[in-house]
């Protein structure tokens, strides 16, 4: 035994199957190595030494896996599969194991915010394609939280900025100051932690989280589904919302182009859903403002997945391509994401492909009065 | 025996270098299935894409003696896809085609990698149903259904898989490829290989193709609940609709512990102070299903029920029964280790069998949960250990399974209904079967499998 997992977490999984239609990666090679079962068969191997932490499948599975978490809700025995992949990485990315670029994008991240504002994200990565600091984290802990009611965001609440969001995506910053005026948006918040928890580097991570959940008074509201499942699990679910569940629809107008109502879908974020099981709110709102239409698979990963659409694009992209296809199949003007890896990834999709379709983050759909759909 | 160079080179000549697995890591995974206990690294494993490569596989193999382990979606309980011998795993994912559905004719064709849902979809998609629906729908393939003969929770009314293959192609560990039956509901002419082949557990060939019959689809279905003080309540319940001449699609009872477990997962608002839950449904006319929904309802309340309730609606009903099916996995928050069998006896003796399982459990002192099939008879039994290493209490746990099954065969049942021998059971086999069928089942093998290398150490062996 060589003490690398939580044994409870890793004998929890009775390699049933039952996660096995959910998973992306095993859908794209039918081989059980890159399936949620095959995963933890391989960390138990690494566990009990049947394999070696530079076993080359070890090493390519860890990385291979999105981290989509969307073999957690469909698990009947309750796997934390999340956590156990934050521990596996952290134990397999060790040293020289660890891929440069993850390494690069944590360094970035930690990085005080001043340097990052002045361009540092941009600048350490390929052109146009910024890391969002949110991205999607592997959280630890609970599986799954059910969504709770949530008390309006009212006094004592604070706003945090994603940080890579802060850089790459002023914009969504702004609309959710506008969007929730009352809200404290203290400045020198520093990083959740998410990308590291999710990059080998999990204490880091969790030390991060509870900084910012010291740093910021009250509740925490994220525009950020990566953010907002690697903070409710480490400083509590009840200290954090994700924008959707905070927003009070009824004031807001249609949003409208050419005449109509905008046209609207959606892509869940991974840990947003799957870590904390907030999938209705964003629908409902949407539904309320504009004409939503449901896109067969918006609860599977868009491939964005952290740093997996970095670290390897070939796979990230065949995922995206899929996914792009049955957005523009639906007809809508506007796809919306929770998340700003998610926007990313399918922003720079559909700009690829000359879509008519624009990506937008919720916050943004919102303030915009034609949500940012293309006016002509 | 670990497999040479030359021989991978020429498995890789036959199937692509990328779809020929030899690495610790790469076979880790293909270790076991979701039998618990059984653990066997391969010394290859293979992804052929259609049925040639399947047949120079095994022609190859059985040149060599090296020996072969179909493989499907490995969902089995019964250690059926585990290479006891080492040898090739041969998995049947990427032949993932259904090639014809045909309302017509009410048939599909299909590969063996198509998963039990994609099959089923399909048809609906066709107004059509496939009625064998095992727990592991979602997961196990077509060809794991046909090769295990499974069963699920619509049996009673329905049958089980083997009520529905139509014709099969297979091919032969000496690598030839025959048909057997085809597109008819009628064809008597020679030995039913068709049958044979059905739950033979990948001993005898690899299926390549499943010609599956299909029926129109229903026009309604519904689906209901009743809690009872305890199984041998609920039991009672069973009988009396049965005798009361209703074939209900869905007859399933699930113990307390089996209730508060899928309630942890699905989180429903079932009744988790119930001794145990009854889950009844069926499927037809509007009017008839409504009808017998009352009068099931009624005769569980005439039989003790403390409360009963219907479906509103079809997602109502399908998440009962989706949460039904996860009851094993469900299990075991309870202990990491769970352990299940599906024993099986004439359905007048459930309540018998029950009560006898209780006893057993307390001899042993080890903790079962009982959840099951119960119009057909169909008991799963799930003995929970707490430690996976607490070697002390499997092997009580192993010692009561002995007088589970012991018990089903003297009440005139079987020590498996679905899930089949494999090397879980194969020990306990000829006690049911006796040495003149089991002599019987190794000759047929060797008929078949003359160099006895395809799944060795299942049944035949
Ligand atoms: C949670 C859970 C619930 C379940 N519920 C049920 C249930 O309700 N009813 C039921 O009957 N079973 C049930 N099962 C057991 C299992 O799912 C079935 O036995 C299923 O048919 C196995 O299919 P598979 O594709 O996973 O086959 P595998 O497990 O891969 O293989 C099973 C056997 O079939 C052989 N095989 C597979 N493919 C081929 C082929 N193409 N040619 C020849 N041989 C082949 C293998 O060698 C092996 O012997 C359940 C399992 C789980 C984990
Ligand atoms: S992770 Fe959960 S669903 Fe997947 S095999 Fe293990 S117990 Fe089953
Ligand atoms: S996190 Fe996503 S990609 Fe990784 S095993 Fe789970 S479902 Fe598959």
Redesign the pocket.
Known sequence: MTGVFDPEELSRCIS???CLPACPTYAATGDEASSPRGRINLMRALETGRLDADDPTLLEQSSACLGCRACEPVCPAGVPYGSLLEQWRDHQWRGRHRPPLARLLTIVASLPPVVRAMGWGRFVLPAGRGIDKATRPATPGTPKQPAQPTPPAGTGASLMLGCFERAMFPNVSRAARTLLPGLKVPDDQGCCGALHAHNGESTKGRALARRLGERLPGRIVTTSGGCAAHLADVIGRDRVAELSEVVDVSALPERRVAGRRVRVTLQDSCHLRNGLGVWREPREILSAVADFVETPGANECCGAAGTHSLLRPIESRRILDRKLDAIEAGGADVVVAVNPGCLRQLRTGLRRRKSRVRAVHLAEFLTKPDGGARTR | MPLSTDLFDRLRAIVGAEHVRHTTGDLTPYAR??TPLFDRLPDAVVFPADTAEVAAVLRLATEHRVPV?????????CA??VALNGGIVLV?TRMNRIREISPTELLAVVE?GVTTAALADAATAHGLLFPPD???RT???V???V??C????RGLKYGVTRNYVLGLE?VLPTGEVIRTGGRLWKDVAGYDLTRLLTG???TL????EITMALLPAPADTGTGIAYFPDLAHAGRAVADILSAGIVPATLEFLDRSCVNAVEDFADLGLRRDAGALLLFGDDGTSDAVRRDLNRMAELCDAAGATEWTLAEDVAGAEALLTAR??S??ALSRLGSLTILEDATVPRPRIAEMVDRIDAIADRHTVTIATFGHAGDGNLHPTCVVADPNDTESIERAHAAFDDIFRTAIELGGTITG???V?AAKLPHLRAQLGDDQMQLLSRIKSAFDPARIL?PG?LGS
């Open positions: 049933c199957g039952f | 299935d979701a382990v179909p493989r499907g979606a490995g969902s089995n309980l059926a896809t049947t063996p095992p727990g592991s997961v196990s393939t060809g794991g259904n090769a295990t499974a069963g699920g929770l297979a033979s557990e990948g060939a690899v299926i390549t099916r996860c094993l996995p679905e899930h089949g494999g799944n299942k």
